[in-house]
């Protein structure tokens, strides 16, 4: 059964829309407020809107060579006043919030347009902003009149249900996708061409604002986890389905444009969704803490060991409580490890178990080694695959 016909079903038995159950991996046909109205509280993990820009577009605009440029100009993306726009915002931001669960997120997409409207208001409304990022695109359409600079950026607005929010973050996947450095706030990735482009029969574009699966990807990976709800009240042609269903997410879908709602629905039936295994976050293992004084009762080092830098150039001896005591031109300095190297070397902090290393049998170690020792001995290896 369709969500439309359990629509149908459950009104004619006299049972309010509040009470249908969540709707997995289709597509909702009709106005995003009314629907989102008749969904359950608390539901989905994580919303991703690429809302009407409201791009208050005037006249034809044309290149040089007099041929027309297939902008935004549908009836879906125009408003009345900005007043107009903000309160369809407020209206759907508000439906949000209630289907979001505690714990949950929202990514909005935007253009200066429309941005900083919705930006204020996920802030008054009490989502709490957690980044804003920048889609620089690779294959931007020109200023065609030469009156302002090329408009190369989209943004987007990664925000948490509230302050209290438990968001989740795959940092690791993040990092691993960036070649293992920090994934940036600034992203950048082509417009959506070529085969990936949904065409109509006539070859025109089939929406004009089709986002790129690769931004979706990036999305999706670094904030829900396999099996999470997604939704996306303003479906278009489906990115957010096809991306989600491909990362073994589901997917909820809203659009009012009949068109658009065939596209999407042959587009995600040709996905195929990855194998869990090849999906799945990699965690990086819990590690038991291990305090320095530890190696000492274990006997890995002696009270009165000498501990020096990599360079040699700072050194301290190891006392039987664990702490490490130090001399230099600033004074004396007593306490962890981290603490010490940190004072030697007048930073704000340290991290001891690599700065910190000994000597034996002619060979320098980081005394790191010793905490992985004392960590083999309380849990085993992970096994390694054949
Ligand atoms: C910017 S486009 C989204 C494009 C989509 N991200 C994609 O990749 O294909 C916004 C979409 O929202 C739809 N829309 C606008 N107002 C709506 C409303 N009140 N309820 C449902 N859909 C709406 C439009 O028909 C349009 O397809």
């Not at 989905?44 to 577009?57: C, E, G, H, R, S």
Request: net charge positive; charged share 25%; hydrophobic share 35%.
């Amino acid at each position: 059964m369709n969500h439309d016909s359990l629509m149908k079903t459950l009104e004619k038995n006299g049972l309010k829309p509040s009470k249908i159950a969540l709707p997995r991996n289709e597509i909702l046909a009709g106005d995003c407020i009314e629907i989102m109205k008749s969904l359950p509280a608390r539901s989905v993990d994580l919303i991703f809107a690429d809302p009407p820009y409201n791009l208050q577009l005037g006249g034809d605009l044309t290149r040089p060579d007099q041929s027309k440029v297939a902008g935004v100009d549908d009836a879906w993306d125009k408003f009345s006043s900005f007043a107009s726009y903000d309160k369809f915002t407020k209206a759907w931001f508000l439906e949000a919030r209630r289907l979001l669960k505690d714990d949950g997120a929202i990514w909005v997409i935007g253009s200066y347009h429309n941005v900083f409207r919705m930006g204020s208001q996920l802030q008054d409304l009490g989502f709490w902003i957690l980044n804003d990022i920048v889609w620089r695109k690779t294959n931007p359409m020109p200023n065609f009149r030469g009156r302002r600079f090329t408009n190369a950026h989209e943004t987007l607005i990664w925000a948490a249900k509230s302050e209290n929010s438990k968001y989740r973050f795959n940092y690791d996947a993040m990092k691993a996708l960036n070649e293992d450095l920090q994934m940036r706030s600034d992203w950048t990735i082509p417009l959506c061409t070529g085969a990936e482009r949904l065409k109509k029969g006539d070859g025109n574009k089939a929406h004009p604002t089709q986002k790129p699966e690769a931004l979706l990807h990036r999305v999706i990976l670094s904030s829900t986890n396999i099996g999470d709800v997604i939704l996306d009240p303003f479906f278009g042609t489906g990115t957010t389905g096809a991306v989600a269903k491909k990362l073994g997410r589901d997917f909820i879908g809203i659009e009012r444009e009949k068109d658009y709602i065939a596209h999407a629905k042959e587009r995600i039936a040709t996905i195929k969704t990855g194998d869990e295994a090849m999906l799945k976050p990699i965690e990086k293992r819990e590690e038991p803490r291990v305090p320095f004084g530890q190696v000492i009762e274990q006997g890995l080092l002696q009270p009165g060991a000498v501990l020096f830098d990599h360079s040699r150039r700072y050194s301290a001896r190891v006392r039987a409580d664990g702490n490490l005591v130090a001399r230099n031109h600033t004074g004396d300095h007593k306490g962890s490890i981290h603490k010490v190297g940190a004072a030697l070397q007048g930073l704000p902090s340290c991290n001891g178990w690599t700065f910190w290393h000994f000597e034996t049998k002619g060979k320098v170690w980081p005394i790191d080694v010793l905490r992985q020792e004392i960590r083999s001995q309380i849990q085993p290896a992970l096994p390694v695959p054949n």
